[in-house]
């Protein structure tokens, strides 16, 4: 059936809502036509139930434990089972059982059935309807007669074919020689619980070996009886058989049983067991973990996923969070016995005293699903009223929430301990579900609850695969308008529905459009109203599919035609139209929807806006690129240098290679220390950006671009502004650049959607050192004091923090030469040594380590106080990075400069590795007097007196400043005494002797923080000038020497001018005036 333009259902969406609403709370389970069941005032009447099918016929078997025997009324409470026909009458009848006195039981056995609590368990076997019913206080009085001994509680189970007319005891305790109260067997109390599985009958006998218990196990076809009885393992007073289980554990063909000890060390076991001839042995165990819970108290074998082996459920009816309120635990069978604990509990409502877990039950599977439900009593929930719980069974395992909980109280009758047990298992009504059975003995009642039918419904919304909007096919209040054809179909699968059934449904269009848009479809409902939701009915038959279509029209002034629309289809079981049937018994139950993880009745679909496009599937393809405008770099890496409070640029490209993209947005995220400040000319680029926190570590922006759309082709560059946080920590902070859009973009396209940035945080430390010598140059070589010649000087070194971070622990090590090499005499010393901030202390070793004579100075001047200086020792060196260690150029360049005078290098190397040097300051050897001569006379020379690493030559000095923040300066004074006469040693000694200090920051060891400028160092330079003065000795003998030699001379000179004739000069002028005078 297929009609156009159907109005509004008669009953409204309102309407419609509230039936939603209303039916929320149920499940399959049906409360209003429950059937109760009474007996006997305090007869205990609903200990116990089982739902029980012998050919068409179902009853009710209920146990009343301490009801009295209509059958023989001289035994005082032996207890009764009483079958109920669940019809109009419920008419409830006892069967004749457990009051035979002469009933056979062994050579010295005699029955006592009074207090026997038969009727304290039943258990079914699903093949043929064999019935077991016991009661686990009967006692043997043999011995109580004859001997006047103590009544042996053996406890007795009997066996009731499915036509519940024949039966037979069963007493799997009884020892023909034993007879007192403490024997292994004599009060084990067989029959508490029992199941029935196959051949096997299985009882709890939890007295048994002074109430370490025990589970026994009867094969009815070889009639041998298994019991575990190692008491090795289980301890003492466990109460071992309190509750029993069986299934298959260890391969699906194989059976395998199961035993509660809820008493086990007080918190509790489960063992699971296998049957080995005449013995049980423990393959397994699951373990109970709070004091006091009694765990074990219930146990449950069940397939619950179907794989072929049983999972297995533990109750704790005493776990106590406030008091009480009781957990089930469930293990899943992953193979050969090994059970694993889910990750979570059952705990029903949680509720105070409730005693959750009971009684634990599988029902069969219910809800028709294929997996098996299961049903959890909390009796004494609701102030003793009770409640049940049912889970249902799902492919991996139990759900966690339930599905149903049926109170007590809302039966509308005084049910009080409703839920003590329960049973299921057996359809009673015909309609092929299984259908559940409660007790609540307190009020002596019963209950059946039917199992209403599940209805899975195929649903489906028929949409054209799109709308071409310039094409009008319909007309809306006589004008041309674009429509889109919708249709809704239904299809039903159930298990013996029969007639209509009515779905009623809402069906909304357009339910994605963009927030802050109107919806761009409507459905006319009425003329004047429009809406985008509209409701309807549909009746359809098991098997049939069934259609109807609406007109979703097309509104006139949409923007958006890039965003898909979705229709939206919910719906819900409206009434069942069913023919009644021969049977007078049961009104029909309106079938329900299944539900669960795997079945919803909200379902989607979607279809577009015709668009012709350029690419393949009218994909865009948006493209983002990214970087960081950094104010600083060190070794090409831009970074942020953390306290300059500089802000930051990210500059964001975004582009599209595609169709034109809807709604384009950009994702920022971001640690919690970035701000973001603006983005630049954001208006004229149409980017408006809002915070988006996500976490508390986390922060970012969700900016859209452009209006509406973003072209094919179109590029746009976004530069945002961004500051990080004053009390930032260095580190990597990652940036997050997301591109998306509301249209489609292809899978293959999204790689470079993104883009990862990595921000550097660290401290950029920039120190700069300078220093002076109070004295630049001084004059030695004065022979007056020539060995004792003392000199003082003060050097000053400056260091300033000029940023643009803090300079965390920082560290001054200055070197001096303290002697002349090769010589091992004390040239100089330090005095004292201060710093503005921080301390300074002098090591006097050179293994990186300082002796116990060294002295730690302040920015006070402290006194020598060892276990402080040991202390600063050990817990500086290991931050700081060593300067052996070190390759600064500094080094390479002072190690090439040598003396040129000095003739064996390798004789260099070797004085540098001594560490003794004599402190006597004025036992120095005199020089000799020839070598004195010739250095008066030599050409005048320069030598530098420096130090190399860790130099046993040197003295050091090392000044710890602490954190310097940006813009501070300390300032370093040394006080050194200096021994000129050791520069006047020969050899060695040269006109100017260039003693070098050199102050060297080291930096401290952390990669997060950057020394713009490596090992700032400076070398300050003393010049010491050599008199050029002689002794005194020696300017006489230069003064003598100078005498002889000029006397020598003088010889000669007369020698030369009397062998030359000079002094004949005379004679020869005489000669000459005589010939004169001749004339």
């Not at 009661?135 to 189970?157: A, I, Q, S």
């Not at 038959?541 to 958006?560: E, K, N």
């Not at 994909?619 to 500089?646: C, F, I, W």
């Not at 920022?668 to 950006?689: G, H, Q, T």
Request: aromatic residues 10%; glycine residues 8%.
């Amino acid at each position: 059936m297929t009609t156009y333009g159907l109005g509004l259902h008669s009953i409204g969406l309102n309407m419609l809502f509230c039936f939603l609403l209303r039916h929320a709370d149920l499940y399959n389970l049906d409360i209003p036509h429950a059937i109760p069941l009474s007996g006997p005032n305090g007869t205990f009447f609903g200990y116990s139930v089982l739902l029980h099918k012998h050919q068409q016929q179902t009853w009710v078997i209920v146990g009343a434990p301490v009801a009295n025997s209509r059958f023989n009324q001289a035994v005082r409470n032996p207890g009764a089972i009483y079958k109920c026909k669940i019809t109009d009458k419920k008419d409830c009848e006892q069967i004749q059982l457990g009051v035979m006195l002469d009933m056979p039981c062994g050579r010295h056995c005699s029955a006592e059935v009074e207090n026997q609590w038969l009727g304290v368990s039943l258990s079914r076997r699903q093949q043929d309807g064999l019935v077991l019913a016991c009661g686990h206080r009967w006692k043997n009085v043999y011995f109580t007669k004859k001997e006047d001994l103590n009544k042996l509680p053996h406890g007795v189970c009997y066996k009731l074919e499915s036509d519940l007319n024949q039966s037979s005891p069963l007493i799997p305790c009884y020892r023909d020689h034993e007879n007192k109260f403490d024997s292994d067997f004599a009060s084990c109390q067989a029959g508490i619980s029992n199941v029935l599985i196959g051949d096997l009958i299985v009882m709890g006998a939890p007295g048994t070996l002074f109430w370490t218990g025990s589970v026994f196990v009867h094969n009815i076809s070889s009639q041998v009886t298994s019991a575990y009885l190692d008491d090795n393992v289980v301890l003492y007073g466990s109460y071992l058989g309190y509750s029993v289980g069986a299934g298959h554990f260890l391969h699906p063909n194989s059976t395998e049983v199961v035993g509660g000890a809820p008493q086990y060390g007080q918190t509790g076991r489960a063992y699971i067991f296998s049957i080995e001839s005449s013995t049980l042995s423990i393959i397994s165990e699951v373990k109970g973990q709070k004091l006091g819970s009694y765990f074990g108290a219930t146990v449950c074998a069940v397939d619950l996923n179907t794989d072929g082996l049983s999972d297995l459920l533990v109750g704790a009816p005493m776990f106590s969070t406030v008091r009480e309120e009781g957990r089930v635990y469930i293990y899943m069978n992953q193979g050969q016995a090994n059970m694993t604990e889910m990750e979570f509990t059952l705990a029903g409502r949680d509720s105070y005293a409730a005693r959750f877990g009971e009684s634990i039950t599988s029902l069969g599977d219910i809800d028709d699903d294929g997996y098996p439900d299961v049903a959890v009593g909390a009796p004494q929930e609701d102030d003793l009223h009770g409640a049940i719980y049912i889970y249902n069974g799902r492919k991996t395992g139990l759900g966690q929430y339930f599905s149903q909980r049926i109170a007590g109280s809302a039966l509308g009758s005084a049910f009080k301990m409703f839920g003590q047990s329960v049973s299921g298992g057996i359809d009673v009504d015909g309609n092929g579900y299984p259908d559940v059975a409660v007790g609540a003995f307190l009020s002596d009642s019963a209950v059946v609850l039917r199992t209403r039918a599940v209805v899975m419904v195929e649903a489906m919304i028929l949409l054209p695969p799109s709308v071409n909007r310039t094409h009008a096919l319909c007309t809306e209040n006589g004008q041309p308008a674009v429509c889109l054809k919708t249709s809704v179909c239904f299809q039903l699968h159930a298990k013996r529905v029969s007639g209509l059934i009515e779905i009623l449904y809402n069906l909304t269009a357009d339910v994605k459009h963009i927030e802050g848009l109107q919806s761009r479809f409507f459905f006319n409902t009425n003329g004047t109203e429009l809406s985008n939701a509209t409701a309807g009915s549909i009746k359809t038959r098991h098997g049939h599919m069934t259609c109807v279509t609406h007109l979703a029209f097309l509104r006139r002034d949409i923007r958006d035609i890039f965003t898909p629309i979705h229709f939206e289809l919910q719906y819900e079981l409206g009434e069942h139209n069913v023919v009644r049937g021969n049977s007078k018994s049961f009104p029909p139950l309106r079938p329900m929807l299944q539900r669960g993880e795997e079945y919803s009745n909200l379902l989607t679909n979607k279809t577009v806006f015709t668009r012709y496009c350029a690419w393949a599937n009218c994909s865009t393809n948006l493209q983002v690129s990214a970087q960081l405008l950094l104010p600083r770099t060190h070794r090409d890496m831009p970074y942020v240098a953390l306290g300059e409070g500089k802000t930051i640029l990210l500059n964001v490209t975004l582009s599209n290679a595609g169709d034109a993209a809807f709604l384009p947005m950009l994702h920022l995220r971001y640690p919690s220390n970035l701000y973001f400040i603006k983005v630049l000319d954001a208006e004229e680029k149409y980017v408006s950006c809002k915070i988006a926190e996500e976490e508390k570590t986390s922060v970012g922006l969700d900016c859209s671009v452009g209006n509406l759309y973003f072209n094919t082709l179109a590029e746009v560059n976004i530069s945002f502004l961004l500051d990080v946080s004053a009390d930032s920590e260095p580190g990597d902070l990652n940036i997050i650049i997301n591109a998306t859009r509301e249209n489609l973009e292809n899978e293959d396209l999204l790689h470079d959607n993104i883009v990862n940035l990595t921000l550097l945080l660290r401290y950029g430390v920039n120190l700069n050192i300078h220093g002076f010598v109070s004295r630049t140059e001084f004059v030695f070589g004065d022979f007056e004091e020539p060995h004792c010649s003392a000199e003082r000087f003060k050097y000053t070194f400056k260091v300033v923090n000029v940023g643009p971070s803090i300079s965390h622990g920082t560290r001054v090590e200055i070197d001096i030469p303290k002697a002349l090499a090769p010589y091992p005499y004390r040239l100089l010393n330090i005095l004292d040594i201060q710093s503005s901030s921080g301390w300074c202390y002098i090591r006097n070793s050179t293994d990186g380590t300082s002796s116990t004579n060294g002295t730690m100075y302040g920015s006070q001047r402290a006194s020598t106080i060892d276990s402080v200086w040991l202390n600063v020792t050990t817990t500086t060196d290991s931050y700081w990075t060593n300067r052996s260690s070190t390759t600064h150029p500094y080094w390479t360049n002072i190690s090439s400069t040598t003396d040129t005078n000095w003739t064996s290098i390798s004789y260099w190397a070797n004085v540098r590795n001594w560490t003794t040097v004599i402190e006597d300051e004025c036992d120095l050897p005199d020089s000799n007097p020839l070598n004195d001569f010739f250095f008066f006379f030599s050409k005048s020379s320069r030598r530098h007196m420096y130090c190399m690493k860790e130099d046993a030559l040197c003295l050091y000095a090392v000044c710890d400043l602490g954190d310097m923040d940006i813009g501070k300066d300390v300032t370093i004074e040394m006080e050194v005494e200096m021994n000129s006469g050791v520069l006047d040693i020969s050899p060695g000694r040269h006109s100017v002797m260039l003693l070098e200090t050199t102050a060297v920051i080291s930096p401290k060891k952390d990669p997060f923080i950057w020394f713009l400028k490596e090992d700032p160092i400076t070398v300050v330079v003393l010049e010491a000038h050599h008199s050029h003065k002689l002794k005194r000795v020696i300017e006489l003998s230069i003064i003598v020497a100078s005498l002889l030699l000029g006397l020598f001379i003088l010889a000669l000179l007369v020698i030369c001018m009397w062998k030359s004739g000079f002094f004949k000069r005379e004679d020869k002028m005489e000669n000459i005036q005589r010939l004169s005078w001749d004339y």
